[in-house]
């Protein structure tokens, strides 16, 4: 989840800057050995696209989806409103919600049944009933200029950063109270994100160009501030807890943190200007960075640290970004144009397979692991399968062989984005039941 603050150009009163072996198994009663491999295809290249676009509330900035995936929150700064979106028809549901002034960033809790949101001008939390679409108890008062707001897994506590008091502010979400003191943190903090586990809150601080690391258990900040780039903002940790990507608005890059030692590795990532968010998708595979200066979308991939792909154009002064549980679409906020575009992301498909010998009349049945975003469909596309054996559309290699002997084909999947995977396949069928022997394959990049 990202969490993002107001633009001064947007509206007046806010004082910030600116709003990621082989195994070998031999058999031990069939005529024929057989060895295996596990393979898979190239990891797939991605072709995201924006599919609708919805019109929203004035200068929409925060964002986030609620964790089944059904609802997204907006904020719209301009009209001190949120307006909730049907992910699923993508399309305004009920009225827009009334909360407080300067409406900044938006979090949901884990059960979905709350969403808590900055009033920057107003110094308090607005808190949303999920059920009735209604702001639920009086504001609650946080501090100077509360920015973003981060919810713990347990959905026990929101983080919420107060950029006028250099200070952090706890509430306990079972009575809707800020509990102890502020947590002091760097200079002007922004933005706000909790590991998986609960345990660490990282906090951007745009003032020194820096994140604090705060220990929730003991709420109090541990460690040194660990220097990133200029005028850092918006960040997100990844699912395994790993690494947090930091934008950095004015180097127009993002910095990459190792969690487990609190240090950023590697060079910055290049990206459009002005990355106002970040967010991560549920496998952990990809951070999108949404361009405030750019109008568009980048997209990291997490495993090398680069950028891949094109730049994807959205909307003008694109600012929050979140992305939905299944991992299928990113909803971004466009500040200039009072609108939300959704994009479907899309990566090629990849074919993965450590394929078991088979026996005559002995039933079988393997599935192949086959990704891709749409799902991708698998067919023969070279040889033929044994006598027996059929491949369904979604990779499930069944039936009762009726000869034996070494049968070579090739397996595709495609589901039109980027190049097909490929696997050429060699299966053994043997005359003696089998016990656990392995066919072997070839393996293509997709």
């Not at 969403?115 to 009735?132: H, L, Q």
């Not at 990113?330 to 090629?348: F, L, M, P, Q, R």
Request: net charge negative; glycine share 14%.
């Amino acid at each position: 989840m990202s969490h993002t603050i107001i633009d001064p150009r947007c509206r007046g009163g806010s004082p910030l800057s600116g709003a990621r072996s082989r195994q070998q198994h031999k058999a031990g009663l069939v005529a024929a050995l057989a060895t295996g491999l596990m393979l898979t295809t190239a990891p797939a290249a991605q072709a995201d696209t924006v599919t609708t676009t919805i019109d929203v509330g004035t200068y929409p900035t925060g964002i986030a989806i609620t964790s089944d995936g059904a609802r997204a929150y907006v904020i719209n700064a301009g009209d001190d409103t949120v307006s909730v979106i049907d992910t699923g028809s993508n399309t305004i549901i009920g009225d827009p919600i009334a909360v407080g002034n300067n409406p900044g960033a938006v979090a949901i809790t884990p059960d979905g049944t709350r969403a808590y949101v900055t009033n920057g001008a107003s110094g308090t939390v607005s808190v949303i009933d999920a059920a009735t679409a209604t702001v639920i108890g009086d504001p609650i008062a946080v501090g100077n200029n509360p920015g973003a707001v981060a919810i713990t897994p347990d959905g026990t506590r929101a983080y919420v950063t107060n950029n006028g008091d250099d200070a952090v502010a706890v509430i306990d979400t079972s009575t809707d109270t800020v509990i102890g003191d502020p947590i002091p943190v760097g200079d002007r903090p922004v933005g706000v994100a909790i590991t998986p586990n609960g345990d660490r809150a990282y906090v951007t601080n745009n003032g020194d160009d820096t994140v604090s690391v705060i220990d929730t258990g003991s709420g109090t900040v541990i460690g040194n501030p660990i220097a990133v780039g200029n005028d850092p903002g918006a960040l997100a940790i990844t699912p395994d807890g790993t690494r947090a990507y930091v934008g950095n608005r004015d180097d127009h890059s993002v910095s990459v943190i190792d969690t487990g030692t609190d240090t950023v590795i590697g060079d910055p990532i290049p990206v459009d200007p002005y990355p106002y968010g970040v967010a991560i998708t549920p496998d952990g595979t990809r951070a999108y960075i949404a361009n405030n200066g750019g109008g568009s979308v980048s997209i990291i991939d997490t495993a090398t640290d680069t950028r891949i792909g094109d730049q994807i154009p959205v909307g003008p002064y694109t600012y929050g970004v979140a992305i939905t549980s299944d991992g299928t679409r990113a909803y971004v906020t466009n500040n200039g144009d009072k609108t939300v575009s959704v994009i479907a992301i899309e990566w090629a498909p990849t074919l993965t397979v450590t394929l078991p010998a088979g026996a005559v009349g002995q039933s079988y049945e393997y599935t192949f692991t086959v990704t891709g975003q749409p799902v991708a469909a698998t067919s023969v596309t070279v040889g033929a399968l044994p006598d027996g054996l059929t491949l369904s559309d979604d990779g499930v290699l069944s039936g009762t062989p009726t000869t034996a002997g070494q049968f070579r084909f090739t397996v595709t999947a495609t589901n039109g984005i980027g190049d097909d995977a490929v696997l050429p396949v060699v299966l053994d069928i043997t005359n003696a039941p089998s016990t656990g022997p392995l066919g072997s394959l070839g393996n293509w990049g997709s």
